[in-house]
């Protein structure tokens, strides 16, 4: 289930009439035999999928985009329902199947798909169970684009990144998870409304676990370049702990609240993703807190992937900030490694 035909093949016995309707300009040169495309490939459609594709075309993002599922009908269903917004947005060439072949050559692996919890269910069962189907996915991704990057969406986040990085034989560099960019964003926005300032002149991030262990950085927030806690401390204004606690408790309940409300999350996991997606395909270098390979950093030891402040570019994971924590957050942040490492050991990968 490829594009829809081309409209250049209207003539008789879909006869190419793009040369008719087009005429070359004298003494021009001919076409470059190749022509290097960013392609992206969007692996499950479901509502966040969907999401993060529509903001890649709003954003101009590539010039191919490959969405894959295993729903045939809803899958051309979404693909055509893009493909009419042609007019709209920027030009970009959609395709749409249920083999993993269409996505080959590309830049980005953008992987949303994953088993939903059934109610009652273990959270070890769950990611067992996604553990299956990513044996399936991955392989066959990371063998059509060999020098892609892999961005993990599909939760739970960081040992789904983990088991990625395992079956698809990437270098660390080249398998990231969503991590905590979303959970920072909330974060940043939560502390905007207390102060009555804009989200973007806030500076804050949440660490570690995508999850309930999420460590918030409290003595690195900063508004406008000014670090907060210690501003307060200097002006010997009082604040209580137990409303910080709060607000990262709103932090961590956000999504599920989204859930309750609407029954699913989408537009702010859209936005996340794609605000990587262009961090990571334009090499522009930013700092996001998302989910790497977290070994010999920050004292943690073992192989086991959660969110830290990481600068991307072009070639993924380009190095990690070094960033000092307090003796509070650097246990937290070990605490949380050890939540996820006690998940990934009863995986057997």
Do not use: C
């Amino acid at each position: 289930m490829q594009k829809s035909a081309s409209s250049t093949n209207l003539g008789p016995g879909g006869l190419d009439i793009a040369q008719s309707f087009f005429r070359p300009i004298h003494g021009a040169s001919p076409p470059p035999p190749t022509s290097r495309n960013t392609k992206i490939s969007v692996i499950g459609i479901g509502n966040v999928g969907m999401a993060i594709a529509q903001t890649i075309l709003t954003q101009d993002l590539a010039d191919e985009l490959a969405l894959v599922d295993v729903n045939a009908d809803k899958l051309r269903g979404e693909m055509l329902d893009l493909q009419h917004a042609a007019a709209f947005l920027p030009r970009t060439t959609i395709s749409a199947s249920v083999d993993y072949s269409s996505t080959v050559g590309s830049d980005l692996l953008i992987v949303t798909a994953g088993a939903r919890q059934i109610p009652g269910e273990s959270r070890l069962n769950l990611v067992q169970r996604n553990l299956a189907l990513f044996s399936k996915i991955i392989p066959p991704l990371s063998a059509g684009s060999p020098e892609a990057i892999l961005l993990i969406v599909s939760n739970p986040v960081d040992v789904l990144t983990y088991v990625a990085w395992k079956l698809s034989g990437f270098p660390t560099n080249r398998v990231i998870g969503s991590g905590t960019n979303l959970d920072s964003s909330r974060f940043r926005f939560l502390i905007a409304d207390h102060l009555d300032v804009n989200a973007q002149d806030v500076q804050a991030y949440i660490m570690g676990e995508h999850g309930d262990t999420s460590v918030a950085l409290w003595s690195s927030i900063s508004v406008g370049g000014v670090p907060i806690l210690s501003f307060l401390e200097r002006q010997e204004i009082a604040y209580e702990k137990q409303t910080l606690e709060n607000i990262h408790k709103e932090v961590v309940q956000g999504a599920y609240e989204v859930i309750g409300l609407k029954g699913y999350t989408s537009w702010a996991i859209g936005y996340s993703v794609t605000n990587l997606a262009r961090t990571i395909l334009r090499d522009q270098h930013r700092v996001h807190p998302v989910s790497v390979l977290a070994k010999g950093l920050y004292g943690i030891d073992g192989e086991v992937f959660l969110s830290l402040p990481t600068q991307l570019g072009r070639r993924g994971v380009l190095g990690v900030t070094n960033l000092h924590l307090t003796e509070e957050e650097s246990q937290q942040l070990k605490e949380s490694a050890l939540a996820i490492m006690e998940v990934q050991s009863q995986l057997g990968i």
